[in-house]
């Protein structure tokens, strides 16, 4: 079958799906920041670019100049500023971003395959319309990628499909889980797609501690 250029039929999308193109933004490789902050995704986080890990931070400076390999992979203990670090770099992102934490995504997911997904508008959203949207987004962020028990197959295959289509574009991944317990929650398979990538575990304090005062137990 002949493509008009620039254009590549994507193979994760099956059977009437396969007849939708999409066109890769090879600029999208990097992340190109834009100077003026707006407020995409929550709203109450804080986001002190000053206050952002300097481990995070370099990352970032990397995904900027081009030369990090995606996924990002940030793991690290709760409230060392994970969050608050994306909402930083989010802000500076188009407005194509996507902000998800797993379990909303996973959800989001299950509505589109069946067919049960809406836009603001009120119309429906097909699978591949949200497949597509994903897969042309400047940056897709997931969020608490934190499984106690072994994942649900619906979950692991949200994620897996997720990790082939966003192959060599900004995707990151935000956990609490270390390597050893992504193979044992997921697999091998998705264990060795998050390491192809960049993986930094983040040491650091509880910010919240600070941040939030209290009793303490
Ligand atoms: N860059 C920042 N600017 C301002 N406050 C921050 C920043 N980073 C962290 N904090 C403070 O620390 C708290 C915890 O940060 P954050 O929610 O980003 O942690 P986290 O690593 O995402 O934790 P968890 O794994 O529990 O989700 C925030 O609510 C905020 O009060
Ligand atoms: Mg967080």
């Known amino acids: 079958m002949t493509q008009p250029i620039g254009t590549t039929v994507n193979p994760l999308l099956k059977g009437d799906k396969e007849k939708t193109t999409v066109t890769p933004k090879t600029s999208y490789r990097q992340i190109r920041l834009s100077k003026e902050s707006v407020v995409n995704f929550l709203p109450e986080q804080p986001r002190d670019r000053k206050q952002v890990p300097k481990v995070l931070a370099s990352l970032i400076g990397d995904a900027v100049c081009g030369s990090l390999r995606w996924p990002m992979v940030i793991g690290g203990q709760p ?7 994306m909402m930083a770099l989010l802000d500076r992102c188009e407005p194509s971003c996507k902000y998800w934490t797993m379990d909303e995504f996973a959800d989001l997911m299950r509505q589109a395959l069946m067919g049960k997904m809406e836009s603001r508008s009120g119309y429906n959203v097909s699978e591949t319309d949200f497949k597509v949207d994903i897969i042309d987004s400047q940056v897709v ?13 619906h979950r692991y295959r949200s994620l897996k499909w997720l990790l082939d289509s966003r192959k060599g574009f900004p995707l990151i991944i935000i956990s609490n889980m270390k390597m050893v317990e992504v193979v044992d929650r997921y697999d091998a398979y998705i264990a060795s797609r998050l390491r192809g990538g960049n993986v930094t575990w983040l040491e650091g304090k509880d910010m919240r501690k600070d941040s939030e005062p209290g009793e303490v137990y």
């Open 141 to 153: 962020v997931i969020d608490d990628l934190n499984d106690r028990d072994r994942a649900s197959d």
């Open 79 to 85: 409230g060392v500023g994970k969050t608050s670090a």
